[in-house]
C-alpha cells in the first residue's frame, strides 16, 4: 500500500486540500483529526474534563468510533449514532486539542487509523500522522499557512454561513491553538524529519491541491 501522511496546524486547509487530492488520486481519504473530535464530542457531551486524563481514560470503554466513507464523504459514528456535524464547533476544537494529548487517548484511536493504512491506498491527515502514526509512509507533507492567512480564511467561511466573524478573535483563538499542538508532551506538532513543507499562504485552493498531487505522483513515480 502507498501511504501519504498529511501534518500541519489547525486552519490551514489540511482536511479540504487533502481529500481534493486523495479524489484526484484515487486514494482512501481518512481525516483523523474528526476521529479525534468524535472522542472531545463524547466527553464534552458526557460533562467529562478533556484536560483530566484519568477522567477520559476511564470513559475510553464506553467510547466506540467507526466511520464510513459516502459520496459526501467520510461520516464519524459515535456509538452508532452519526456525529459528523456536531463535531464541528469550536468548543469540540478546543477540547479535541485537550484529548488528543492524553496518551490513552492517542493509544486507543491509534490502531483503527494504522488499520486503514494496511488495508488501503491512504492520504492520511492530522497532527502527528508523518512522526507517530504512519512513520514509514512513503510521502510526508507538512502542510501549513501562516496564522494570518488561516483567521483570514476561516473569517470567510464563517461570513460565507451568514455567521459572525472576528478576525481578531479568530487569529488570537488559532495562535493559542498552535501554541497548545506544539508544545504538548505526546505527539505534539511538528514536521517529520524527511517531510515536505508546503506552505499555501499564497495559494488559492486550485494550487493548494495541484502542489500535493504533483508531490504525490512524483513520489509515486519514483516507487515504481
Not at 6 to 29: N, Q, R, T, W
Not at 59 to 65: C, F, Q, S
Not at 177 to 201: E, F, G, M, N
Amino acid at each position: 500500500m502507498f501511504c501519504i501522511a498529511i501534518d500541519g496546524p489547525a486552519g490551514a486547509g489540511k482536511s479540504s486540500v487533502a481529500k481534493a487530492a486523495a479524489e484526484k488520486l484515487h486514494f482512501l481519504y481518512v481525516d483523523t483529526g474528526a476521529i479525534y473530535r468524535t472522542i472531545a464530542l463524547y466527553l464534552l457531551e458526557k460533562g467529562i474534563d478533556p484536560h483530566d486524563p484519568q477522567a477520559a481514560e476511564a470513559a475510553l470503554p464506553g467510547i466506540e468510533v467507526s466511520l464510513s466513507h459516502t459520496e459526501e464523504g467520510q461520516r464519524m459514528f459515535l456509538n452508532g449514532e452519526d456525529v459528523t456535524a456536531r463535531i464541528r464547533t469550536e468548543a469540540v476544537s478546543m477540547a479535541t486539542s485537550a484529548a488528543a494529548a492524553i496518551p490513552a487517548v492517542r493509544a486507543h484511536l491509534l490502531g483503527i487509523q494504522r488499520g486503514l493504512a494496511e488495508k488501503n491506498n491512504v492520504l492520511m491527515d492530522g497532527r502527528d500522522i508523518g512522526t507517530v502514526v504512519l512513520p514509514n509512509a512513503q510521502l510526508k507533507v507538512f502542510l501549513t499557512a501562516s496564522p494570518e492567512e488561516r483567521a483570514r480564511r476561516r473569517a470567510a467561511q464563517l461570513e460565507q454561513a451568514g455567521e459572525r466573524a472576528d478576525y481578531e478573535e479568530i487569529l488570537k483563538e488559532i495562535k493559542a491553538r498552535d501554541h497548545q499542538d506544539s508544545t504538548r508532551d505526546i505527539a505534539p506538532l511538528k514536521p517529520a524529519p524527511d517531510a515536505v513543507l508546503l506552505d499555501t499562504s499564497g495559494l488559492s485552493f486550485t494550487e493548494s491541491v495541484e502542489a500535493l498531487v504533483g508531490l504525490a505522483r512524483g513520489r509515486m513515480a519514483s516507487h515504481e
